[in-house]
């Protein structure tokens, strides 16, 4: 059976949501933003779409 629609887009946004911060940002702050929040693996947590 195939995914939603909508649910495939939500999918879709959470993987790219996955990515590092900018280079230029850890930068400009001296390294005080390195990581953030929304980071995840795909097997260590769920995605609660």
């Given at each position: 059976?195939?995914?939603?629609?909508?649910?495939?887009?939500?999918?879709?946004?959470?993987?790219?949501?996955?990515?590092?911060?900018?280079?230029?940002?850890?930068?400009?702050?001296?390294?005080?933003?390195?990581?953030?929040?929304k980071?995840?693996?795909?097997?260590?947590?769920?995605?609660?779409?």
């Amino acid at each position: 059976m195939a995914e939603p629609h909508a649910r495939k887009l939500r999918y879709a946004r959470y993987a790219r949501q996955n990515k590092r911060v900018p280079l230029w940002v850890v930068v400009k702050t001296r390294r005080r933003v390195r990581d953030h929040p929304k980071r995840h693996h795909w097997r260590i947590s769920n995605a609660k779409i």
